[in-house]
């Protein structure tokens, strides 16, 4: 982390500040609304503490649904210029490395003051919206609030449920009103999701591995694929990031928009089509690319993952960038949006907190605590430290995979290509799941073929796994 220009340990300042709070924040101000009677929820992994959202859905009678997001009021502990926010504007997001969790707030906030806890009374950002069956946003505000989270709950447990193979988790079994609001949310976010597939927006499954501990030490590193929950609670957080841009623009204030913009390599998305015996149109599409995805899907959902992955490199890395009132935008290209705005996770995003605080200011009819300078280099500046975080959590993903591999020299192991180019060839094992490279067997190997490897060499420092293919 310290080599990439990032900070593992907080400030004796940052530290002093976060245990002189004496409890959540609090505000007198008779604006704030009291909604704590509603039956919120949260849906995160398991483990997590560092709750930033809330959710909540009524029916209402012409068949559309009102849908409220909170997110934890932040900004109400974390002063700007203070000690605590000087670490986070450093680092600009929680590093989540398979070794170790470097939160971008001190834990006594991020876990528990400025987390919306189960059962803890919270302040709160809430966006509200009013959905049409079709996914259409047709009215939304935002406000603040007091809440209170009725059920912490984990994607694994809720898909599970969702999808008929399993009971509900304990807190959903006791409450009916529960059941029925997780049941309107999906219902919500599956019609929110059909529209963005309707004008554009990728339908891509990407797999992250996630590390497994066994009294302490590190025993696997397995995939966790996408699910229900997962998309319910990515269809809401993407209808308030939306939201929150709009928002901002109508107010005529200045703002950090997080886009995608239209890809440059897209011919190599035009060559792998070719590949695959498809095609894909020679200028950029985003329509076009999603149908050919979900045809994808359709034909070969086993590689559908490795797929995703290709299109992900080719589509290039979001980015931060200025959104000056009035002025044209960008856009993300594979959500095919040209509003978005990162809002719904200050406890573990710079841009999130920078961009609550711009709304707090509107709400409060204050002028913007930011000037356009001032937010063009905080969006490069975030922008960069975000790509050294990924690069951290990715070399220390490599290293715990050489670890875990380093006593299985000279074992075989089933495969598949997932990249091809001048620097090499590439397979990813499954258990655990890993990526190497093939430095001897690898002539007329292509992405996508099935191989069966044997294991070589690891190098833990550096995260190198190499195989040989198997005859």
């Known amino acids: 982390m310290r080599e990439r220009g990032l900070a593992p340990e907080f400030s004796t300042d940052a530290l002093r500040q976060a245990e002189a709070l004496v409890g959540p924040a609090q505000d007198a101000d008779p604006a704030i609304k009291d909604l704590r009677g509603l039956p919120w929820s949260s849906i995160d992994n398991d483990d997590s503490r560092d709750l930033d959202q809330v959710e909540v859905a009524e029916r209402l009678g012409d068949g559309a649904c009102t849908v409220r997001v909170a997110i934890a009021d932040v900004d109400s502990c974390v002063g700007a210029g203070s000690p605590i926010d000087a670490h986070a504007l450093l680092n600009t997001t929680s590093v989540y490395t398979a070794a170790q969790i470097f939160p971008m707030l001190p834990e006594r906030l991020s876990t528990n003051l400025t987390s919306l806890a189960e059962d803890q009374e919270r302040l709160a950002i809430v966006f509200e919206m009013t959905i049409a069956p079709d996914g259409q946003v047709l009215e939304s505000s935002l406000y603040r609030a007091l809440v209170r989270n009725q059920a912490k709950l984990a994607y694994a447990a809720v898909a599970a449920w969702l999808e008929g193979r399993a009971g509900a988790p304990a807190r959903v079994q006791e409450s009916r009103e529960l059941q029925q609001q997780l049941r309107l949310q999906d219902e919500v976010a599956q019609q929110l999701r059909g529209l963005r597939h309707q004008h554009g927006a990728l339908d891509l499954q990407t797999e992250e591995a996630r590390a497994v501990f066994d009294n302490g030490l590190l025993s696997d590193l397995k995939p966790e694929p996408q699910n229900r929950a997962h998309e319910l609670i990515e269809d809401l957080m993407i209808a308030a990031n939306g939201v929150s841009a709009s928002y901002l623009q109508r107010k005529g204030l200045p703002s950090i928009r997080r886009v995608l913009r239209t890809p440059e390599r897209w011919d190599r998305l035009v060559l792998m089509a070719r590949e695959l015996g498809d095609a894909l149109p ?144 590439w397979v990813r094992v499954t258990s655990p799941a890993a990526e190497g490279r093939i430095i001897r067997g690898y002539e007329a190997l292509d992405v996508g073929d099935p191989v069966s490897v044997e294991l070589i060499h690891t190098d833990i420092a550096r995260g190198f796994v190499d195989f040989a293919r198997c005859r």
């Open 282 to 425: 020679a200028v950029p599409d985003a329509a076009a690319l999603n149908a050919f995805l979900q045809r994808r899907k359709r034909v070969d959902p086993e590689h559908f993952a490795d797929l995703s992955l290709r299109v992900v490199k080719s589509l290039g890395s979001g980015e931060y960038a200025l959104q000056r009132p009035g002025a044209g935008s960008a856009g993300h290209f594979a959500l095919a949006t040209r509003d978005y705005a990162h809002s719904t996770a200050p406890n573990r995003r710079f841009p999130d907190l920078l961009t609550q605080r711009l709304l707090k200011a509107s709400l409060q009819g204050r002028p913007s605590p930011y000037s356009e300078t001032e937010l063009q280099g905080l969006a490069a500046h975030c922008t960069v430290q975000e790509n050294n975080a990924a690069k951290v959590e990715r070399q220390v993903r490599k290293s715990a995979a050489a670890m875990l591999l380093a006593s299985r020299v000279g074992q075989r192991f089933k495969g598949i290509v997932t990249g091809v180019s001048d620097k090499g060839t």
